[in-house]
């Protein structure tokens, strides 16, 4: 394993098992698969509870630890080695792209999760619709939601968020989200209320939009750190979850998803690069140039 801050980076990656080690009789050469980006130490507590995503010796290579694409080799190498613990087998009628972007419902999957992963008949809103937050909406969807709110302010990533499932959409750049929530509500808040934007203003806003004793889940990393009128959670029982990667083996259940047609990555794949052209990748997302969701490079 090369050290810390040496290696090729890339961490949502697919791709063919070239190899693999003598013990492994999970994955034979040739599988299509893709990686989960956290493996944890296997020996913490955390660990051990399966709570890897939140190992105590995170970034520990020297313990064990790995997080492929970040502290590894990862997606814009040549070959990368993976423990077999973070691979899963693609399924048929899943595209190498599609699986790639398969970690972004990971995560937001382990978030609803931990938030109680059971919608039926409940009203969840989605602030942000980024990548994360248009997973969530198909995700919350196939958990039982029959009603998912999206706020956001992108006209375009609002239309998006209706085709994938979005039942209603805010413009928070036109009308109060926080009201409009309520009014859709009857007054009375969401059941679930999650933070895929990570704006200055959304985890105040998703606060005021919880119905008293819902629940809250940030997803999203803020810039820095954000105001809030926390108080308002603690005095209407509302429950805050935080969720940290795509715990819980989450990848190879939404790659399940993908592949029975419940969950669809396709309209996220916004650009495709060959490998040559990687810099162009980059500066595409770096600039939002052409209104980049998800940038695949493909070797
Ligand atoms: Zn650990």
Redesign the pocket.
């Known amino acids: 394993m090369p050290p810390y801050g040496e290696f090729i980076f890339g961490h949502e990656y697919a791709g063919d098992v070239v190899a693999v080690g003598s013990t492994v009789d999970e994955f034979r050469v040739g599988d299509r698969v893709v990686v989960e980006a956290h493996m944890?130490?296997?020996?913490?507590e955390?660990?051990i509870r399966g709570h890897?995503t939140a190992?105590?010796?995170?970034g520990n290579a020297r313990?064990g630890?790995r997080a492929n694409g970040f502290t590894t080799n990862g997606g814009l190498a040549e070959y990368a080695l993976n423990h077999v613990n973070t691979l899963y087998g693609i399924p048929d009628g899943v595209s190498y792209e599609e699986a790639t972007v398969v970690m972004t419902a990971g995560s937001p999957l382990f978030g609803l999760e931990n938030a109680g992963g059971y919608f039926a008949g409940e009203t969840v809103v989605v602030l942000g619709p980024g990548p994360i937050g248009l997973m969530t909406i198909q995700l919350a969807k196939a958990l039982g939601a029959t009603r998912v709110i999206l706020t956001g302010t992108r006209a375009s990533r609002l239309a998006m968020g209706r085709r994938l499932g979005a039942d209603l959409v805010v413009n928070s750049k036109e009308s109060d989200p926080v009201a409009a929530v309520l009014d859709l509500t009857g007054g009375k808040g969401a059941d679930l209320v999650v933070d895929c934007a990570g704006g200055d203003e959304t985890f105040d806003q998703a606060i005021h939009m919880a119905k008293p004793g819902g629940k809250l889940l940030l997803v999203a990393f803020y810039h820095g750190p954000v105001t809030a009128d926390v108080s308002d959670a603690v005095r209407r029982n509302v429950t805050i979850y935080t969720e940290r990667g795509e715990g819980g083996t989450s990848v190879g259940r939404c790659l399940a998803l993908l592949g029975a047609g419940r969950i669809t990555a396709k309209p996220l794949v916004t650009h495709q690069f060959p490998l040559a052209r990687v810099r162009e990748a980059m500066e595409t997302l770096e600039n939002r140039s052409g209104d980049p969701m998800k940038v695949v490079v493909n070797p």
């Open positions: 944890g130490c296997r020996r913490c955390n660990c890897y190992c105590l010796n995170y313990r630890h």
